[in-house]
């Protein structure tokens, strides 16, 4: 049996990948509360729009592979400060811009930037939970983006009203640039952390944590471009790849046509959208919640991965669908309430990263976790691109039908193709 811990720094850690998702996301999401102001000063069309909204994926999604690689080598104290630090100062710089193509220049090197992320919080919780708390410590980090969207979307409508479209960027980069010394300043794996105490580092490590991956003592594996094989032969990991395009699908059109489609579409005063818009983010915030928890309870209880780790997600992906219901009324309450059910369905589907502790070789975490990720990272691409030539004569309802069956795609993917839930053994 394994001793209750002295310490609980492990929580300490999450606390800071939570307030890193949330600036993660808060200099993704900015450009949409920027982007009808932004569209009439520049004088952009929707498709101009879209390819912006869209430039931030094409580099996040293809740099998703390399940017696992590079947080299986680099310590995640020094990558993550290095990555915040430059993609905030890239926020910052959108505020200086008059130009279509410098935008489109900045938000894609926003996604460079930002590529390495989810592989680093992937790997830090890997590192920092045991696998009977992981799920709900993936829930509690991932929250960061919809609470902090929740809540910072009625403050950067406020800042913009206040400060113009420009000031919203810049305050945004500089949140960024000062986290990211706080983050270099506190963060240690846990064998290089002074004040864990013995006792949670034997929890952690007998309870699956993989605490002794980056032991400055073990010499870093070389890559080699062979190891890519084990990131693409496998079906389970075809399944969760497939359903995190389809998750994403979802998120993606929170993060950016969202506000436009209150605004433009649906008529709304644009203070009034900034409050009405928090809403969604909020059930996902509880959604997400629910799941890693009742996840976590569930194995606790004995229940199988199947039951416990699938069920929320298959579900959420299923409630993900109610956001074509949005079609079919023109009342203010019952759009929001359309909208609010689809995002709570995608937070509850949100622990997908789960899969990837609990799927992924142990040798390839970063590898898997990045193929993962720019898989999911395509539907920042496609998403926001088809919407733009969907949505081009005014109408939303084309977009909304395109992502309900997108969800009901990740619905079938988790169902029928992952299959059962085990650690992928090599032979290496």
């Not at 929707?46 to 680099?74: C, E, H, N, R, V």
Request: proline content about 4%; some cysteine.
């Amino acid at each position: 049996m394994i001793n209750k811990p002295k310490t609980n720094k492990r929580y300490h850690i999450l606390s800071m990948i939570f307030f890193t998702v949330v600036i993660n996301y808060l200099d993704r999401s900015n450009i949409s509360v920027a982007a009808p102001a932004l569209r009439e000063e520049l004088g952009l069309d929707t498709i101009q729009m879209g390819y912006i909204f869209s430039a931030f994926g094409w580099t996040y999604a293809l740099l998703q592979i390399p940017g696992g690689i590079i947080a299986d080598k680099i310590k995640s104290r020094v990558l993550y400060t290095f990555i915040l630090t430059f993609w905030s100062i890239a926020t910052l710089f959108q505020g200086l811009i008059n130009s279509f193509i410098i935008l489109l220049g900045l938000r894609a090197s926003i996604g460079i930037f930002e590529a390495p992320s989810y592989p680093i919080n992937n790997l830090v919780v890997s590192r920092w939970f045991p696998e009977s708390e992981r799920a709900s410590a993936i829930a509690v980090y991932t929250s960061g983006q919809f609470l902090g969207l929740a809540f910072l979307t009625p403050v950067l409508v406020a800042i913009q009203d206040s400060l113009g479209w420009r000031g919203l960027f810049i305050v945004s980069g500089i949140i960024g640039i000062v986290w990211a010394g706080i983050w270099y300043y506190f963060y240690r794996d846990p064998r290089d952390h002074k004040s864990i105490s013995k006792s949670e580092l034997d929890y952690i490590e007998k309870g699956g944590g993989l605490v002794g991956s980056k032991s400055v003592k073990e010499p870093a594996k070389k890559f080699d471009w062979s190891d890519l094989k084990y990131a693409f032969k496998y079906r389970k990991l075809w399944g969760i790849y497939i359903g995190q395009f389809c998750l994403g699908a979802t998120t993606i059109f929170f993060l950016t046509w969202f506000p436009t489609y209150l605004i433009e579409y649906r008529g709304l005063d644009f203070l009034e959208s900034g409050f009405l818009a928090s809403i969604p983010f909020l059930a996902a915030f509880f959604g997400v919640l629910l799941s890693g928890f009742t996840s976590d309870f569930l194995i606790k209880k004995g229940y199988s991965p199947e039951i416990s780790r699938k069920a929320p997600i298959i579900f959420g992906m299923l409630l993900s669908t109610c956001i074509i219901g949005a079609n079919y009324t023109d009342d203010t309450f019952y759009v929001i309430l359309f909208l609010a059910l689809a995002f709570f369905g995608t937070g509850l589907a949100s622990i997908a990263w789960v899969f990837v502790s609990l799927l992924a070789p142990k040798k390839h975490l970063g590898l898997v976790g990045g193929t993962f990720n720019f898989i999911g990272g395509l539907s920042g691409i496609v998403i926001p691109t088809v919407i733009g030539y969907l949505v081009q004569e005014g109408d939303f309802k084309p977009a909304l039908f395109f992502i309900g069956a997108i969800a009901f795609l990740g619905f079938f993917s988790y169902t029928f193709i992952v299959g059962k839930v085990e650690r992928i053994v090599t032979n290496e």
